[in-house]
């Protein structure tokens, strides 16, 4: 990997797409002329991540208009993490970039990460300078989110973002993962390899808004730290214990009591460990449960997504496409 010519090849750029008719052309162009200038080999390969609005039509006429331009089109919504999983499985290239459609990862960080990809580094990650504008609450809980996905996934996720650029030899073991409840963001650092990373200041939307309501975003976190942890069943072990000692504790009251004969008192203590007591058995019931869910569904090994139609230059049955300029 240490060549003295800088090594060169083709850049797949994947660009996930849900609802994104009005930043799709914008996203064409300017990431296409950014790596034109920079006189980068590329493809862009859109998801469309079934979208109900015009935004296959939009990667339609871009790959009628540039044949570099390749689309894929999901039957339902799958989700952002199926679309990037979608895309390294099917792009061309020599490295793999994923980057957001709306245009809030600038396009020229490609160029830098392009360059450190051919100084010989196969993981590049985009890092946030600052989050961007946030509601307090929004980025409170982020905060917490990351902190303690950090611990699980034991890389340093405060500042990370899905903006990467991928050697080819990374994005082979990642799509060779048969896991379903993936967490590309975690993931890609988790695969190791010689990582760098570029820093880049998030962008306000060109346009549309923010496809992550509350509820997606609670999702999305709880499916990730199940992916990436096991530390909530290590909670029912704690809070075990705990209850343990607890209930030590006023066993110990409670016989002093008795032995004191004034045991009659002690009804709302009871009342009180039985709400306790119950509560915390649901709750540890509800983890163990959350994570059979999830072993139930990386059992039924459905596919993580359904391609319903493509556009653009043909997918290949696994050949890879090269252009030289
Ligand atoms: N996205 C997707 N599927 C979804 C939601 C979002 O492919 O179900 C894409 C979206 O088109 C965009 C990127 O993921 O390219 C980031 O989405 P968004 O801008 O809505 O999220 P935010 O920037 O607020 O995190
Ligand atoms: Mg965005």
């Known amino acids: ?84 999983f979608a895309g390294l499985a099917n792009a061309a290239g020599d490295c793999c970039a994923v980057i957001d459609c709306d245009l809030q990862h600038p396009p020229e960080k490609l160029v830098e990460m392009y360059r450190l990809w051919q100084e010989g580094y196969q993981v590049i990650e985009g890092v946030k300078r600052d989050r961007g504008r946030e509601r307090p609450l929004h980025a409170f809980a982020a905060r917490r989110f990351y902190a303690a996905m950090s611990r699980a996934a034991g890389v340093d996720m405060a500042r990370a973002s899905d903006f990467k650029l991928l050697d080819r030899r990374a994005v082979d073991v990642l799509v060779a993962m048969r896991e379903k409840n993936t967490f590309f963001r975690a993931l890609s650092a988790w695969v ?35 992916a990436f942890s096991s530390a909530p069943l290590q909670i029912v072990t704690i809070l075990g214990v705990i209850v343990l000692i607890c209930s030590v504790v006023l066993g110990i009251q409670s016989l002093w009591k008795k032995l004191a004969g004034q045991a009659l008192e002690g009804f709302t203590t009871v009342i009180l460990l039985i ?51």
């Open 1 to 84: 990997m240490t060549d003295q010519t800088p090594r060169t090849g083709l850049l797949s750029v994947i660009i996930p797409a849900y609802q994104e008719q009005d930043t799709l052309p914008a996203a064409v162009s300017a990431i296409s002329k950014t790596l034109d200038d920079a006189q980068i080999a590329c493809e862009l390969l859109f998801i469309d991540d079934g979208s109900r609005d015009g935004t296959w039509g939009a990667v339609q006429s871009a790959a009628a208009d540039d044949p570099r331009v390749r689309g894929i089109r999901f039957s339902r919504n799958f989700g952002k993490e199926a679309a990037i």
């Open 192 to 226: 190791g390899f010689r990582a760098a990373s570029v820093e880049y200041e998030v962008r306000p939307r060109a346009a549309g808004r923010s496809k992550w309501p509350l509820r997606s975003l609670i999702r999305y976190a709880m499916t990730s730290i199940a």
């Open 275 to 325: 709400l306790f007591i119950g509560s915390v058995l649901m709750i540890c019931l509800g983890i163990i449960g959350y994570y059979i869910a999830k072993i139930y569904e990386e059992i039924k090994a459905r596919p993580r997504y359904i391609v319903s139609e493509s556009c653009g230059r043909p997918l290949g049955g696994g050949e890879r496409i090269y252009k030289s300029e």
